[in-house]
């Protein structure tokens, strides 16, 4: 009877905390799905308002800015002053804006509803992580990589649901998909979210702040030329992807089903790097991936045929197995900042190493194609390098 009572003890705190968990990741599905709403449906916009094709990117490049490159600002916010609350009320948040977006009939209106709408994403994001990660305890990569893969999910999800949606009943029936968004909100408050305590266990140590603030800083700075760089070939093997893989003399359809199946590896390598991280530490595993990232571009730029197929394919696992060790070493470098960290090397650097393209579509219309693959050989190399200045000794030392 006393085992069974303490057994009971133990298992319903660990069931409340699976259930914060649950909610909050799907809180994180939810919110990338609203975020990957508009842009897939662009065009259908463009028909009914005569947006031009600038205006029409215009759109995503307002939802990617707000989305992204506001993250830092606001993860330092939620540093000070954050509740966990907030990610409840960031999914009822976006869920409005985008949701209703289908109702607006003016093209500015409309950049400043899914700009409010993105705001959420900005928010949500460094919030989420950090919550999670006080949630997942000793398997901190393991929780994390669940949390990123379910968030992950809603970007093939968004638009299988928006195209035909829109498609049979117009743009004002995105109306409609608010109520999957309320759902989940309520979900969220139901399973405690709001109950979680996020003040840092090392806060009010201001000495060990005080002394580890500039080299924290400076760490923090490498990791975020890791994570611009990283996606910098995500972002340009996504766009690019089917032209490099004929030009490497494979058909079209080959082309198009192995672009899908790269893309369908960032979940798995999500998952495969969480549970690296807790393995063999975050700085290890960070190295061997973006080693064998570097290895794998080089099979896609001197490769062909098969070879440069194989390697086009189990690069997308190798750059999403990643996403987790940034995020842990980031919070280990910026243990009184986590929002603040993650804003910068997961939102404020993705942006930055997705406008990459430019650079990639500047080089192919300049000097081929060809070289814009070489290019990008060039990024992974740096994240080998960039990766070995992190594994020095220095630079994992949190206290001082």
């Known amino acids: 009877m006393n085992i069974a009572l303490e057994e009971k003890k133990v298992s319903e705190p660990l069931k409340k905390r699976f259930e914060k968990l649950a909610s909050i990741s799907a809180g994180h599905f939810m919110n990338d799905f609203y975020v990957g709403l508009i842009p897939p449906i662009s065009f259908i916009f463009a028909d009914n308002l005569g947006l031009s094709m600038t205006q029409q990117g215009m759109l995503a490049f307002v939802i990617t800015s707000f989305g992204s490159f506001a993250q830092p600002f606001v993860g330092s916010f939620v540093d000070r002053h954050g509740k966990s609350y907030l ?16 109702l607006v009939r003016n093209y500015y209106l409309l950049l400043g509803v899914v700009a409010l709408g993105a705001l959420a994403s900005a928010l949500f994001h460094p919030l989420g992580t950090s919550t999670v990660v006080k949630l997942g305890r000793e398997s ?3 929780i994390l990589s669940v949390f990123m893969t379910i968030g992950g999910l809603s970007a093939a999800v968004a638009p299988a649901v928006a195209l035909p949606l829109v498609h049979s009943l117009g743009l004002k029936s995105l109306a409609l998909l608010v109520i999957p968004g309320m759902i989940v909100a309520g979900l969220m408050y139901w399973s405690g979210v709001q109950e979680v305590e996020l003040k840092s266990e090392t806060s009010g140590n201001i000495q060990r702040a005080k002394g580890n603030l500039f080299p924290g800083i400076k760490n923090l700075f490498v990791l975020c030329l890791v994570s611009v760089n990283k996606n910098f070939i ?6 690019f992807g089917i032209q490099i893989l004929i030009m ?4 079209l359809k080959i082309a198009g089903l192995l672009l899908s199946l790269n893309l369908f590896m960032v979940p798995l390598g999500t998952m495969f790097g969480g549970f690296m991280n807790d393995r063999y530490g975050s700085r290890t595993s960070l190295m061997i991936f973006n080693g064998l990232v570097f290895v794998l571009m080089l099979g896609i730029v001197l490769g062909e045929g098969l070879l440069a197929a194989a390697a086009f394919t189990l690069v997308g696992i190798m750059l999403s197995a990643s996403n987790t060790p940034i ?13 603040m960290s993650y804003g910068w090397v997961m939102g404020f650097a993705g942006g930055i190493g997705a ?6 579509g500047g080089i192919s219309d300049a000097y081929g194609l060809s070289a814009a693959i070489g290019i990008m050989a060039l990024p992974a190399f740096l994240m080998v390098l960039l990766s070995y200045r992190l594994m020095k000794p220095n630079s994992q030392k949190n206290t001082a």
Not at 87 to 102: D, H, R, T, Y
Not at 234 to 239: E, I, N, S
Not at 248 to 251: I, N, R, V
Not at 327 to 339: F, K, Q, R
């Open 327 to 339: 995020v842990i070493i980031s919070h280990e470098l910026m243990p009184d900042n986590t929002s």
């Open 234 to 239: 995500r972002k340009g093997l996504t766009a």
């Open 87 to 102: 990610l409840i009320w960031s999914v009822i948040w976006i869920s409005f804006w985008m949701s209703f977006a289908g």
């Open 140 to 142: 901190k990569g393991k």
């Open 248 to 251: 490497k003399g494979l058909d």
């Open 355 to 360: 406008m990459g393209l430019l650079l990639i």
